[in-house]
T-cell receptor, first 111, second 116 residues
Framework: GQNIDQPTEMTATEGAIVQINCTYQTSGFNGLFWYQQHAGEAPTFLSYNVLDGLEEKGRFSSFLSRSKGYSYLLLKELQMKDSASYLCAVRDGGSARQLTFGSGTQLTVLP | GAVVSQHPSRVICKSGTSVKIECRSLDFQATTMFWYRQFPKQSLMLMATSNEGSKATYEQGVEKDKFLINHASLTLSTLTVTSAHPEDSSFYIC????????????FGQGTRLTVV
């Protein structure tokens, strides 16, 4: 099975940088995803890591260390619209390639 | 990116009735779709994996006779909540894996079900 941990809540200031951590213990691994979810809406894809290292995409970056079972999502130049829940999800190695989601980190960006 | 359409977005039904939720992949074929349930301020809990042309695979604790899944074509999966009860009220979301790497999951808009 999969066990995924991430902080429940974080608060940051507009224009700042915030790092959201995710640790996981898995029986199989085929990639780690970060999704953003605004209240009452479906999640939207942010980033994907399958190899160790940093993936950068605009204001968002994601890092993975498979040996440590650790990932983080880095958000730069925070904007008010970045206030949302950020979900860390691990894909297993089975044929169905299911995603198991962490509980999500509710980020609040303050002016 | 790929588009997954889920319908309806909101539904209110009476206890004891059944509700059908549709999930369609609009511009790609999805042999596998996933159905999730989400309670307020909680994460997505996988209910079942829907396989085109075969029976769905349900997660432990999910009643297959209550949550009927039909994946009749490569672009459509349906979830029917049968004999709904107030405790079935929740946010239901479907997803389908994209057909190009990294094959990320694309989500439908979600369905807010309220059983009164």
């Amino acid at each position: 099975g999969q066990n995924i941990d991430q902080p429940t809540e974080m608060t940051a200031t507009e224009g700042a940088i915030v790092q959201i951590n995710c640790t996981y213990q898995t029986s199989g691994f085929n990639g780690l995803f970060w999704y953003q979810q605004h209240a009452g809406e479906a999640p939207t894809f942010l980033s994907y890591n399958v190899l160790d290292g940093l993936e950068e995409k605009g204001r968002f970056s994601s890092f993975l260390s498979r040996s440590k079972g650790y990932s983080y999502l880095l958000l730069k130049e925070l904007q008010m619209k970045d206030s949302a829940s950020y979900l860390c999800a691990v894909r297993d190695g089975g044929s169905a390639r299911q995603l198991t989601f962490g509980s999500g980190t509710q980020l609040t960006v303050l002016p | 990116g790929a588009v997954v359409s889920q319908h309806p977005s909101r539904v209110i039904c009476k206890s004891g009735t059944s509700v059908k939720i549709e999930c369609r992949s609009l511009d790609f074929q999805a042999t596998t779709m996933f159905w999730y349930r989400q309670f307020p301020k909680q994460s997505l809990m996988l209910m079942a994996t829907s396989n085109e042309g075969s029976k769905a695979t349900y997660e432990q604790g999910v009643e297959k006779d209550k949550f009927l899944i039909n994946h009749a074509s490569l672009t459509l999966s349906t979830l029917t909540v049968t004999s709904a009860h107030p405790e079935d009220s929740s946010f239901y979301i479907c997803s389908a894996r994209g057909d190009t790497p990294p094959n990320e999951a694309f989500f439908g808009q979600g369905t807010r079900l309220t059983v009164v």
